[in-house]
């Protein structure tokens, strides 16, 4: 590979199959400076024609969205049908690093692709093989859609209102993620190096590590019906309310501290004495008395100025941008979101990847090839053979000459180290007994600290396996000195801290790369480290707020809803461990680290890129269509036998309409002139809502899905997250795992969505007890004695027992 200033120049990647995971999986590749070929059949790939088309001068209009997908890629006809064709394809993936395969699994075991053979031509590839619902299991010939994989997911059952339906959008959420779920593994093989590895990725269970913590309070037992339009268990309030200029404003309270602060602006002192209220989820269960106390008085004051209140009291209140708006919203400017998009002579804006290595950052934009009749010379021919990423041997686990000093907590950072470490990193978790994760919980009263219930959480269990865990007070310059020593061994640094922690300890990237030139760092701010909003307090939700996604989902006139309980916190993990990998195959090539700047908001444009790139070529958004969908005609959620049981029915072409009709025993509708297009369907689209309905409400979910995909219909029922641990195709391909640990027993841990056998990567070991491998660490890599690690102990810089609430406060006065 030759070394530029781009983060993956030289790599060379072939992209085939279509579908906008393997695009999105390409694109990132392409953005970052990989020669990426994307294979198309003559005519160009279907996706051409979808959505927003734009005119490119002297062609067929193209698909805007599909030009954003493609920036920087290179277009390769080739009829796959053809065995010479599959030839021509074939020295051309000889010749390259990396394998983007979006077919179906029954091509990818025969014929001159198969890759098997490909394997044995070019032993280096490194093969990530998509799939909707991976490539062993019940549902592993399932027809699918974005919105059935995702309700199958557990990602559509609890949003909306109470009664139903459920409330979905339609498209480009499912394929986002399992776009970046691919990229990491594909990642990882080049970073393994030596012999070639190939990966298949189930987008299914890509879109179920969005549910794991739903799934996880679950098992703790708090609520798990749907409780209404932005009400998601256990925050309140969180939600999206009308300001005095008609604009949105976003709102998430999480602690008691946040709930006294609200509930002053409110004159709601009354409800913030009351102890029971310092329990988020009660405020939940209590929401209908609640919100008419202070939902009028957001009227009393406009979005902008709610914001600057939120900022004086350190409330997570943001602007919920319409598509106009985000479109001219000074944080993004200021950060150059948004890029030119080029295709043919064709322009308009869209979102940059937003892997922000600052040395090594993404093209801005780019060009997205046209349909090209050409073939493309083999990449051993120009090059002289097949590029090697790294001269090691690969064995055993991708990445387990790599380690990671982690320094995150709660979901987003610990997301990006759990990834890695499940691909055989060793990553060396930081807690202290003053300060533990976030996600161990807030109780910290004498009797739960005797009981060790921070031991307990199931979320952070889920997050935080496979990692050695320490505990260091960083209060202390003692355990500030620590921390530098572990960096000296370590590849990369993660934290996900407010920007201004790290610099006040002596931990910014500015003072650890003194220490380690070659450090890499990955910081995790909600809006960037600069701009006016980089003091804003976030969570998950008020990244999904931020984005804009809530104004496009339900119908018009309906209030803005969140889809999510707090989605920016895994899409920020998934891109976080994409951007860090991209970093640490650039440093593992030329030397250099870098430190990485991820905007976890700019993580969310990527998924309302398409309704974006809409208003920035027609100047509008077209109005909410609920759970309708552009272009496939009937598409909805229906109500099934049962006590709130759905499923969700998409019929994406004209055939699969004809065998719907054949399948609900309706032949007068499957030969009827009048509905053999979409367009003629719209026109009576009420209608066919009405007796799809009527025939899923006599039967079960379950039954009606099986009816439906064995007539090759997409449809998907709704799978509660709560469900998940007992859905049949996640239990027959082994994704959920038992594991045993001190304090809980054995308990479930998920798969990651990648492995390179038919079985997942192993949960090697669960998440860590509180300062578990103090000894194993500071012995093993900072070759301390034994009385030295007693002298810490003793000196409270480590430990092993979180400090009660009295002793943190006293800790507090006595740091001042």
Same mark, same amino acid.
Request: proline residues 7%; contains cysteine; glycine residues 8%.
């Given at each position: 590979m030759?070394?530029t200033s781009?983060a993956?120049?030289?790599?060379?990647?072939v992209?085939?199959?279509g579908?906008g995971a393997?695009s999105?999986c390409?694109?990132?590749?392409?953005d970052l400076?990989?020669d990426?070929f994307?294979?198309?059949?003559?005519?160009?790939?279907?996706?051409r024609q979808?959505?927003v088309?734009?005119?490119?001068?002297?062609?067929?209009?193209?698909?805007?969205?599909f030009a954003w997908?493609?920036?920087?890629k290179?277009?390769v006809?080739?009829d796959?049908?053809?065995?010479?064709?599959q030839e021509?394809?074939r020295?051309l993936i000889e %010749?390259?690093?990396?394998?983007?395969?979006?077919?179906?699994?029954e091509?990818s075991r025969?014929?001159?692709?198969?890759h098997s053979?490909l394997?044995i031509d070019?032993p280096?590839?490194?093969i990530?093989?998509?799939?909707w619902?991976g490539e062993?299991?019940?549902?592993?010939d399932?027809?699918?859609?974005?919105?059935t994989?995702?309700?199958?997911? %557990?990602?559509v059952?609890?949003?909306g209102?109470?009664?139903?339906?459920?409330v979905m959008?339609p498209?480009h959420?499912?394929?986002?993620v399992?776009?970046?779920?691919?990229?990491v593994p =594909?990642m990882?093989?080049l970073l393994a190096g030596?012999?070639?590895r190939?990966?298949?990725?189930?987008?299914?269970?890509?879109n179920?590590?969005l549910?794991?913590?739903q799934?996880a309070?679950?098992?703790a %037992?708090?609520?798990?019906?749907?409780?209404g339009i932005?009400?998601?268990?256990p925050?309140?309030?969180m939600?999206?309310?009308?300001?005095?200029?008609?604009?949105w404003?976003g709102?998430?309270?999480?602690t008691?501290?946040?709930w006294? *602060?609200?509930?002053?602006?409110f004159?709601?002192?009354?409800e913030a004495?009351?102890?029971?209220?310092?329990?988020n989820v009660?405020?939940?269960?209590?929401?209908d008395?609640?919100?008419?106390m202070f939902?009028?008085?957001?009227?009393?004051?406009?979005?902008d100025?709610?914001?600057?209140?939120?900022?004086e009291?350190?409330?997570?209140?943001?602007?919920v941008?319409?598509m106009?708006q985000?479109?001219?919203?000074?944080?993004?400017?200021?950060?150059?979101?948004?890029a030119?998009v080029?295709?043919?002579n064709?322009c308009f804006?869209?979102p940059?990847?937003?892997?922000?290595?600052t040395?090594?950052?993404?093209r801005?934009?780019g060009r997205?090839?046209l349909?090209n009749s050409?073939f493309v010379?083999?990449?051993?021919n120009?090059?002289g053979g097949?590029?090697?990423?790294i001269s090691?041997?690969?064995?055993g686990?991708?990445l387990?000459?790599?380690?990671i000093?982690?320094?995150?907590?709660?979901?987003?950072g610990p997301l990006?180290?759990?990834q890695?470490a499940?691909l055989?990193?060793?990553?060396i *978790?930081?807690?202290?007994?003053q300060?533990?994760d976030?996600?161990r919980?807030?109780?910290f009263?004498p009797?739960?600290?005797?009981?060790?219930t921070?031991e307990?959480?199931?979320?952070?269990?889920v997050m935080n396996?496979?990692?050695r865990g320490i505990?260091?007070?960083?209060?202390?310059p003692?355990?500030?000195?620590?921390?530098r020593?572990?960096?000296?061994s370590a590849?990369?640094?993660?934290?996900?801290?407010?920007?201004s922690?790290?610099?006040k300890l002596g931990?910014?990237?500015?003072t650890l790369r003194?220490? *380690?030139p070659d450090?890499?760092?990955?910081?995790m701010?909600s809006?960037?480290s600069?701009?006016?909003?980089?003091?804003?307090?976030a969570y998950g939700?008020?990244?999904?707020?931020a984005?804009?996604l809530?104004?496009?989902?339900?119908e018009n006139?309906?209030?803005?809803?969140?889809?999510?309980?707090a989605?920016?916190?895994p899409?920020g993990g998934?891109n976080?461990?994409?951007a860090l990998?991209a970093?640490l195959?650039?440093?593992?090539?030329?030397?250099?680290g870098?430190?990485?700047?991820l905007s976890q908001?700019?993580?969310m444009?990527?998924?309302?890129?398409?309704w974006?790139i809409?208003?920035?070529?027609?100047?509008g958004? =077209?109005s909410?269509? %609920?759970?309708?969908?552009p272009?496939?005609?009937?598409?909805?959620c229906?109500r099934c036998?049962?006590?709130d049981?759905?499923?969700?029915?998409?019929i994406?072409?004209d055939d699969?309409?004809?065998?719907?009709?054949d399948?609900l025993?309706?032949?007068?509708l499957?030969?009827?002139p009048?509905?053999k297009?979409?367009?003629?369907?719209?026109r009576?689209?009420?209608?066919?809502e009405?007796?799809i309905?009527?025939?899923?409400a006599?039967?079960?979910?379950?039954?009606?899905?099986s009816?439906?995909?064995a007539?090759e219909v997409a449809?998907g029922?709704?799978?509660s997250p709560?469900?998940?641990i007992?859905?049949?195709?996640?239990?027959a391909r082994?994704?959920w795992?038992?594991?045993?640990?001190?304090?809980?027993g054995?308990?479930w841990?998920?798969?990651a969505?990648?492995?390179?056998?038919?079985?997942?990567?192993?949960v090697?070991?669960?998440?860590p007890?509180?300062g578990?491998y103090?000894?194993?660490?500071?012995?093993?890599l900072l070759g301390m004695?034994d *009385?030295?690690?007693?002298r810490l102990?003793?000196?409270g810089v480590?430990?092993?027992v979180?400090?009660a609430?009295?002793?943190?406060?006293a800790?507090a006065?006595?740091?001042?």
């Open positions: 030759s070394v781009e993956l120049a030289g790599v060379s990647v992209e085939i199959g579908g393997a999105y390409g694109k990132l590749f392409a400076g990989a990426v994307k294979v198309e059949r003559p005519g160009g790939d279907p996706s979808e959505g088309l734009v005119e490119v001068g002297g062609q067929v209009p193209q698909s805007a969205t997908l493609n920036t920087n290179t277009s006809k080739a796959l049908g053809s065995i010479a064709q021509d394809v020295r %010749g390259c690093d990396v394998l983007i395969d979006a077919r179906p699994v091509e025969n014929g001159p692709l198969a053979r394997m070019n280096q590839l490194v990530v093989a998509l799939s619902f062993t299991g019940p549902y592993k399932f027809v699918a859609t974005d919105a994989c995702r309700a199958l997911a %557990g990602l059952n609890l949003i209102p109470i009664p139903g339906p459920p959008l498209d959420q499912a394929d986002i399992a776009g970046l779920s691919a990229f =594909a990882a093989g030596g012999d070639g190939r990966f298949s990725v189930s987008m299914h269970e890509a179920v590590t549910a794991e913590y799934a309070l679950g098992f %037992g708090l609520p798990t019906d749907r409780k932005n009400r998601l268990a925050t309140y309030p939600g999206v309310y009308a300001c005095a200029d008609d604009a404003l709102v998430t309270v999480v008691p501290v946040q006294r *602060k609200f509930c002053e602006l004159g709601m002192e009354a004495a009351k102890p029971e209220y310092l329990v009660n405020r939940l269960l209590d929401a008395r609640l919100e008419p939902v009028p008085k957001f009227r009393e004051r406009t979005a100025d709610w914001v600057q209140i939120g900022l009291h350190r409330l997570p209140f943001v602007i941008p319409t106009k985000l479109l001219k919203q000074k944080v993004h400017r200021e950060r150059s979101a948004f030119p080029m295709i043919g064709a804006e869209a940059i990847a937003p892997l922000r290595l040395a090594t950052p993404p801005r934009g997205a090839p349909p050409n010379a083999p990449l051993r120009r090059n097949a590029s090697n990423a090691q041997a690969a064995s686990l991708p387990a000459k790599l380690r000093v982690d320094l995150s907590m709660g979901w987003a990006v180290t759990r890695l499940d055989g990193a060793d990553v *978790k930081i807690e202290s007994c300060y533990t976030w996600w919980g807030v109780d009263s009797g739960a600290v005797a009981r060790r921070y307990t959480r199931p979320a952070f269990l396996r496979n990692k505990t260091i007070d960083l209060t202390l003692e355990g500030v000195g620590l921390v020593r572990l960096v000296k590849d990369a640094v993660v934290e996900n801290y407010s920007r922690v790290l610099p931990l910014d990237y500015a003194n220490e *380690k450090l890499l760092m990955l910081s701010p809006f960037g600069n701009g006016d909003w980089a003091d804003i307090r939700s008020t990244l999904e707020q984005s804009g809530p104004t496009l989902t339900a006139g309906q209030t803005p809803t969140m889809t999510h309980l989605y920016g916190d899409i998934l976080g461990a994409a990998l970093g195959l650039h440093r593992q090539r030329t030397g250099n870098q430190h990485i700047d908001v700019e993580c444009l990527p998924l309302v890129a398409p974006q809409e208003q920035s070529v027609t100047g958004v =077209a909410r269509r %609920g759970n309708r969908h272009s496939y005609v009937p598409h909805g229906f036998e049962g006590d049981q759905w499923i969700v029915v998409a994406t072409d699969m309409w004809k065998r719907l009709c399948a025993g309706l032949d007068a499957g030969s009827d009048g509905l297009t979409a367009a003629q369907r719209r009576r689209e009420n209608e066919l009405q007796i309905a009527n025939w899923t006599t039967r079960s979910a379950a039954d009606a899905m009816a439906l995909q007539a449809a029922l709704l799978r709560f469900e998940l007992n859905d049949p195709h996640l239990v082994g994704f795992q038992r594991t045993l640990r001190e304090h809980v054995e308990h841990q998920p798969s969505p990648f492995r390179e056998e038919k079985s997942p990567y192993p090697r070991w669960p998440a007890t509180l578990e103090n000894s194993e660490v500071l012995q093993e004695t *009385k030295e690690i007693e102990e003793a000196d480590i430990g092993q979180a400090f609430a009295d002793r943190r406060k800790r006065v006595a740091s001042d």
